[in-house]
């Protein structure tokens, strides 16, 4: 059996790699292409190793690449506990009562579709500063996805449960603690996750907009402005492999949190 | 002298109290005239109609039927799971409006809460039903009722690990624990074997005797044997749409019963062809449609 399982690791991570290899063939294909103007996996290795080089700087006119990376996690993770803290409680109302549903719905499917870049300007405008701004936006896009599915969550317990909680009599508070939330529990996370990763997505123009240490701002000023579109991948991969580890911890918790009905 | 003046009352109150159930017995349940129609997409489904069924104080009564004729429906009015579409149903001199603890049901499906352990499973209805005790007596009834079952070694365990008899036998555990005065059980030994079943006969009639065979127990079944085992009546329904009771057999069968002897007495017999020649007519009629 754990001859097995290695067998299984070991020919997963050759799959792996040999992706990684397909994608650095096609890559330095690009690179030879635009004559260097995209550059070649070697050349952005040696720029990764020169950003990675001094991550926890953070001096007023030169900050690490990691102080960056905190930076935008911390702005992520205020607006999406925020945005969650708001829309857990009220996704599970929506789905418990049809009248909170009928009050709510119609607001939240005109809002929904709206870009979170638009609430930008509005958030810069409340309060008057950009890292504020890019937190209110981060917080307005992590409503949405959880709210929805507490709401398919809670509207879905099936009269079975609910019927235990009439027979034996449970309080208000048990139903909730031992029906409601256990049971959209994993929609909840199902939420969360598509809500962090919207967040991370949101984050990096947030901040091309709005400035501030961040690393959408290291793509806009040091790569962009800066004539450095190897610092551009640099940011791509780091952006990218943050943002599927954010992912599997949501993964995670989605997998510990189902129940064998 | 004061002793014996007490006495004497005591007696006379006593007496009279047992007259009074010889002449009049405590109802504990009625139903009148109940129908219960249900909307369906295809319109509207009349699932049992005009039941009038009196179930008195310390009774056990038996519910039987071929599947679909609505035994879960008629049991659901009386819990007040389902509300008449006529009628009403009256559960120790209350009206039914909405389920209670008074009546402890055992679901047809079990209803566990998945997420929650055997215990938790008990103690959460515990503890809700019996709001006034304290958690060591709560404990003590979870663990007693689930020592009953013979699942005290599984206690932790969720339901998804449990086979479809263990399952069963919480919900069983669960319905006893909170000691309600009516208990509901709609097919509750349905996925037991014979053994396990029998061990559970002997659990609920001890359960029965206990408490001075004063609560009222309604169960539906598809065991003839089990039903005349158990119960003082037997109520046989009619196949649906519309399904009423077609005949109430009586089980004067003497207390206690023993699963060995009863079943060559000739009034065991009596009633056991009686019943089988109820639902057994019916299969031939089936037949020739
Ligand atoms: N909520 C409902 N909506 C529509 N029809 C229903 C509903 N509940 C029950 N019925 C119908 O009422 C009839 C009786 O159902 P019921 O569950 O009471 O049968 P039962 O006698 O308990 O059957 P079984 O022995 O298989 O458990 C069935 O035809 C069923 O389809
Ligand atoms: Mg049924």
Known sequence: MKQLLSAKTTSSVLYFLAGIFIMGGIWALIAKLTKGEIPDPSSTWVVFKEVIKQPFQNDSDQKGIGTKLLSSLGRVAIGFGLGSLFAVPIGLVMGSSKIAMRILNPMVQILKPVSPLAWFPLGLAIFQDSPKASVFMIFICCLWPTLINAAFGASNVPQDHKNVSKAFGFSTWKYLSKILVPFSLPHIITGLRLSIGIAWMVIVAGEMLSGGTGLGNFVWEEGFNGGNTAKILVAIIIIGLVGSLLDRCFTWLQQKFSYAL | ?289
């Open chain 2, 1 to 289: 002298m004061s002793t014996s003046t007490t006495f004497e009352e005591s007696t006379t109150e006593v007496t009279d109290r047992i007259l009074s159930q010889v002449t009049q017995p405590e109802i504990s349940i009625r139903v009148d005239n109940v129908t219960v129609s249900f909307k369906t997409p295809k319109g509207i489904y009349t699932a049992v109609k005009d039941i009038d069924l009196t179930v008195n104080k310390g009774e056990i009564v038996a519910l039987i039927g071929h599947s679909g004729c609505g035994k879960s429906t008629l049991m659901g009015t009386i819990s007040g799971m389902v509300k008449p579409s006529a009628g009403q149903v009256y559960a120790n001199d209350k009206k039914v409006e909405a389920p209670g603890p008074d009546r402890g049901i055992v679901f047809q499906n079990y209803s566990l809460l998945p997420w929650l352990t055997v215990y938790k499973n008990i103690e959460v209805a515990v503890q809700s039903a019996l709001k006034d005790l304290s958690s060591a007596e709560w404990n003590k009834l979870v663990e007693a009722n689930l020592r009953m079952v013979n699942l005290w070694e599984h206690k932790d365990k969720l339901p998804g690990q449990l086979s479809g008899g263990m399952k069963q036998r919480v919900a069983i555990a669960r319905a006893f624990a909170i000691n309600p005065k009516i208990l509901l059980l709609d097919e509750p030994f349905g996925a037991l074997d014979a053994l396990t079943k029998s061990a559970m006969h002997v659990e609920l009639l001890k359960l029965w005797n206990l408490d001075n065979r004063e609560k009222t127990i309604v169960m539906v079944t598809h065991d003839i044997e089990e039903a005349i085992f158990l119960a003082d009546k037997v109520v046989v329904m009619n196949n649906g749409p519309a399904a009423t009771i077609r005949e109430i057999v009586e089980v004067p069968l003497k207390r206690p019963r023993n699963k060995k002897d009863i079943v060559h007495d000739p009034k065991y017999m009596e009633i056991h062809d009686r019943l089988l020649g109820l639902l057994i007519d019916k299969f031939s009629i089936d037949d020739e449609r």
